[in-house]
């Protein structure tokens, strides 16, 4: 993601008056991978360096929360399925939108999973659009 990409995602969330979290670090994210044993993606470090994720289990209006990286460690943690990782949820953990491990993608998971779009970037437009593709 470019720096102006980024900054009109951040520009959308804050004139909905979701309430974003401080920048994340280098280094907590560094320990967030060594934790759950992957590797994020270059765009989704860029975006979390500039905003770790929705504060105090915020959502958009379309009920997705991006969940902070302390919170991506949590759940990975808590679940059963440690091949996911999660980094948003819909509806109050309906289903959550995530990265698998040995796949290339983004998912979305109910009972099974279901591949959404290829890259960190392109799912963020998705639910920045509303998109029927992340329901």
């Not at 959308?12 to 320990?31: K, N, V």
């Not at 948003?88 to 998912?107: A, E, M, P, T, W």
Request: aromatic share 16%; charged share 25%.
């Amino acid at each position: 993601m470019t720096v102006d990409q980024i900054s009109s995602i951040i520009s959308q969330w804050e004139a909905e008056e979701i309430e974003l979290g401080q920048s994340a670090t280098l280094e907590s994210i560094a320990e967030a991978e060594k934790i759950i044993e992957f590797s994020f993606p270059s765009d989704f470090k860029n975006l979390y360096l500039k905003v770790d994720g929705f504060k105090n289990w915020g959502w958009r209006s379309n009920m997705f929360s991006m969940w902070p990286i302390h919170r991506i460690v949590e759940e990975y943690l808590q679940d059963s399925k440690k091949n996911f990782v999660g980094f948003c949820d819909y509806l109050i953990n309906s289903h959550q939108i995530g990265f698998f491990k040995d796949r290339i993608g983004v998912y979305k998971s109910y009972d099974e999973f279901n591949s959404i779009c290829q890259t960190f970037q392109e799912v963020i437009l998705l639910i920045n659009e509303d998109s029927e593709l992340i329901y």
